[in-house]
């Protein structure tokens, strides 16, 4: 049942790819070298971009990353010894050793939502010394119950090098030496994963003797450097986010202010999942992770059963493959940092074309008669392969906004890893034992292979406009930033810039941006399917845009949730029924008011001030809020949101299926609550007359679109918006 889910999941998602693909426009815009990351850094060197961001961060996260793959190079070669030692057949120890690289998905989430949360050197300090003592905990182990357990941990542990490594080096170094930065890491990586099996093969059968235990102390040792690197990555300095995009985008100039609200897990993953690109090279590396996590292990025991390897003999096989590999990756990161300064599409294409041609040798690889030919047969595609995961991280940070880098990587982790490598590992342990290694690694390298690959070369087409969804945030985030240093006493209440927001696949919010001042009432006016409840949604929370941006006195809230807001004081009205039928009006506040529930001498003192406001509530605390008349109930719905004292009330139709009688006598306490607490509130309403008696200016919208922005007097006499909303047509004007 596990196996037939996986498979139903990975054809889920590429069914819902391919119907993204075909419903997305056939034609990317013509290529604008403006909204190009990197575009104006010119031709840098490596050399260069390592001086501007310092050596440190590199150094050290490229010998953690080093130690990590040496650590993932042993337990692949040592785990036929290792099995041998705790008694357990082939498939389990195939199921352990790649479901462990699975065990990653379990920390990338929370890791990822640090590292865009708090400063990164510590979280790598703390994860990495976790892992040393994991490593070391290896050695121990005197059963597969046991191992399984310390591989959780060091999986876990180890989580950070995706989403806090990736997100530190992008901060620290420009944009244009990324690529190069990431192969070199990676070459240095696989240069020690390549002499990796040599040495701990030697190391196992120098010290195991006849009773075959010499592959313990690989692990003993291997905890030593990694414990000592980690000293060493909590000294290195936390960069400033995203500033070398904010240098190239802004030729130079650095955004004035860097104060954004807590980032919320719930609202990252929507605004990621919302690139295309992203969704693209998640899916595809979901398919591909069947075939790319099992292989190393299921290439030992292969080794091992078909051709009598010992593990000596099977690390050189794989130290042959990596110094091929890091042969060609400096070569990889520099042509990729070129293709994706002249144009990004080309090089998410290059990825996939490197991946394409395993469909059909590793199945080549894996007929070979004898070691030799075995080892010659699998280096294009090992190289290839290398080279195109190298590259898919430097790719990620260029699509996903920087305040989300963390989070970015996570997701791709979440879907990559817990798809893909524990799928790999459930399938291939199935068929592992049921008909043996090369049956395995062939069924699953050539669906998994073009599938993905595929997948990558046609997703690229996306590349361009995504990153030109980026550069267009940064330069909006400049105005508004300049503009809040430029006029520090007149910081809007509410600012909404710039926001795209869409159903599915269906755009409903088109560059949306307005703002309310500190104790003025905006209406949000327009056609019935205006878009007008979707701003609000937007604004309170409750939906996160593709693009764009909401503010509260200047501080960034977009990625935050309604929770979040609710604390800051953004709280919002409905229309229709907002009360609990079935409670009396002081259960009705009660409830109101039950975040203050820890204090009940301040919840007394707030019910009390909003009775003030509504004294005819005062009259009837037993009465249940069902028996009350339509005006009565909103006046009660009203009072619990003032429980609050907002610092934004939102009013979402006040007037819905009231008598004008009730509602003048509504209009008059939003008058007063203006007045007397200088409350800042946006009111929706259909009624334009009603609108414009409370609101001091209106905001028009039609089809998703702001069309008129001015003062309540103004819209009053624009006769062709007026009858739009009286009308519910739509206007001709504006």
């Not at 291997?222 to 936390?238: C, D, Q, S, T």
């Not at 334009?688 to 008696?693: D, G, K, V």
């Not at 007097?713 to 918006?721: G, N, S």
């Amino acid at each position: 049942m596990a196996d037939t889910s996986e498979a139903a999941s990975l054809a889920a998602g590429v069914i819902a790819q391919e119907d993204d693909l075909q419903r997305s426009s056939a034609a990317e815009p013509e290529l604008d070298r403006s909204k190009l990351l990197g575009s104006n850094e010119g031709d840098m060197t490596l050399r260069e971009g390592l001086a501007k961001g310092g050596m440190a961060t590199f150094v050290t996260l490229m010998i953690l990353n080093s130690l990590d793959e040496l650590e993932g190079a042993a337990l692949a070669v040592l785990g036929p010894d290792i099995g041998e030692s705790l008694g357990v057949s082939d498939g389990v120890m195939v199921f352990i050793t790649v479901v462990s690289t699975a065990f990653f998905v379990v920390g990338a989430v929370p890791l990822g939502y640090l590292a865009d949360r708090m400063k990164r050197p510590p979280i790598v300090g703390v994860c990495s010394m976790i892992f040393a003592a994991m490593v070391f905990l290896s050695g121990l182990v005197t059963n597969a119950f046991m191992l399984f357990w310390t591989r959780f941990g060091a999986g876990i542990s180890k989580a950070n090098t995706l989403p806090v490594h990736s997100s530190l080096l992008a901060d620290t170094y420009p944009v244009s030496v990324r690529g190069r930065i990431g192969g070199t890491i990676a070459m240095v990586g696989r240069v020690v994963a390549a002499l990796s099996p040599l040495l701990v093969g030697a190391i196992a059968v120098a010290a195991g003797g006849v009773d075959e235990e010499g592959w313990r102390w690989a692990f003993y040792i291997l905890g030593i450097p990694v414990a000592i690197a980690a000293f060493a990555a909590f000294r290195l300095k936390e960069p400033p986010r995203g500033q070398w995009e904010k240098r190239d985008v802004l030729k130079g100039r650095e955004s004035p202010i860097d104060d954004d609200a807590p980032i919320s897990l719930e609202a990252g993953f929507a605004r990621i999942w919302q690139i295309r690109t992203m969704r693209s090279v998640v899916i595809a590396f979901s398919a591909l992770g069947f075939i790319l996590f099992p292989r190393e292990s299921l290439s030992n025991f292969f080794l091992e059963e078909e051709f009598g390897l010992d593990a000596f003999q099977r690390g050189l096989v794989a130290f042959t493959t990596g110094v091929c590999m890091a042969i060609v990756l400096p070569f990889a990161g520099r042509r990729f940092d070129r293709l994706f300064r002249d144009d990004p599409a080309k090089a998410l294409a290059l990825v996939g074309y490197l991946i394409l041609p395993g469909a059909v040798m590793v199945p080549i690889q894996f007929s070979m008669p004898n070691a030799v030919l075995f080892t010659i047969t699998g280096i294009p595609t090992t190289v290839a392969a290398g080279a195109a995961f190298a590259m898919v991280g430097p790719m990620l940070q260029q699509i996903v906004p920087y305040r989300l880098r963390g989070i970015g990587s996570a997701l791709g982790s979440l879907y990559i890893f817990l798809i893909g490598a524990l799928g790999g590992a459930l399938l291939s342990a199935l068929l592992v034992n049921s008909f043996g290694e090369r049956t395995a690694v062939i069924v699953l390298s050539a669906p998994a292979t073009l599938i993905g690959g595929a997948i990558l070369v046609n997703g690229s087409k996306h590349v361009r406009s995504d990153i030109a969804l980026i550069v267009d945030d940064l330069r909006r985030e400049n105005e508004e930033m300049t503009a809040l240093l430029d006029r520090p006493d007149e910081i809007p209440a509410l600012s909404v810039a710039g926001v795209d927001f869409s159903y599915g696949q269906v755009q409903v919010l088109f560059d949306v941006g307005f703002q309310v001042q500190k104790g003025e009432t905006l209406a949000l006016l327009g056609t019935n399917g205006a878009g007008k409840s979707t701003v609000l949604k937007v604004i309170a929370g409750l939906g996160v845009p593709a693009q764009g941006s909401v503010r509260l006195h200047g501080r960034n809230i977009t990625y935050t949730t309604p929770e979040q807001r609710a604390r800051m004081g953004i709280h919002m009205l409905p229309g229709g029924n907002g009360v609990f039928g079935a409670l009396t009006v002081a259960e009705n506040l009660e409830m109101g008011g039950y975040i203050l529930r820890d204090d009940r001498d301040l919840l007394a003192e707030r019910i009390e001030s909003v009775l003030e406001l509504f004294p005819g509530l005062r009259e009837r605390p037993s009465q249940l809020a069902s028996s009350m008349s339509g005006g009565q109930q909103q006046q009660l719905a009203l009072a619990r949101v003032m429980l609050h004292e907002p610092e934004l009330l939102i009013i979402d139709e006040l007037s819905l299926g009231l008598a004008p009688v009730v509602v003048g006598e509504l209009l008059e306490i939003v008058e007063r609550i203006k007045e007397e607490r200088q409350q800042t509130i946006i009111v929706v309403e259909q009624s334009l007359n009603i609108a414009l008696e409370v609101a001091d200016r209106a905001v028009f919208m039609e089809k998703g679109q702001i069309r008129f922005e001015g003062s309540a007097q103004e819209l009053a006499e624009r006769d062709d918006l007026a009858r739009a909303v009286f009308l519910g047509g739509v206007g001709e004007g504006g």
